[in-house]
């Protein structure tokens, strides 16, 4: 459990840099009203809480398949309440920021959620032996 850990944390913050260098891109390229300023906070609260859901979901898949879908849809759940209510208090903050903050959260919430899952589904998969029969 522990390797698949670091894998997923290696993996996680290679997609974060890619994620920060694009980033950057847009707010040297654009003008600066399109990316929010908290753009870089907002790269670290996804990779906090990818990191906690990913652990809870490790946990999980050493016990009882239905123990692991029910953690599954709770961190899903609970990540959602969490999000929902970052953006509402983010937004009733710095009204003058609401829209490109939406914005770019919505887009990093599509990748990481992607990534989240494409990641649990590999981790979780049988491994098949090689063509050799390792």
Do not use: W
Not at 16 to 30: E, P
Not at 77 to 104: E, W
Request: charged fraction near 15%; hydrophobic fraction near 55%.
């Amino acid at each position: 459990m522990k390797s698949a850990y670091i894998k997923y944390l290696r993996h996680l913050l290679i997609f974060s840099a890619i994620l920060g260098i694009i980033g950057l891109v847009i707010r040297f390229t654009l003008p600066k009203s399109y990316l929010s300023p908290a753009f870089p906070f907002l790269l670290v609260f996804f990779i906090s809480t990818s990191l906690l859901s990913f652990y809870y979901l490790l946990l999980s898949t050493q016990k009882r398949f239905i123990k692991f879908v029910n953690t599954y849809l709770l961190t899903i759940i609970v990540k959602l309440f969490l999000y929902a209510g970052v953006m509402i208090a983010y937004a009733f903050i710095n009204r003058f920021d609401a829209i490109p903050f939406m914005l770019g959260f919505f887009i990093l919430y599509l990748c990481y959620t992607i990534f989240e899952a494409v990641s649990i589904v590999k981790y979780t998969q049988p491994q098949e032996p090689d063509s050799k029969g390792r």
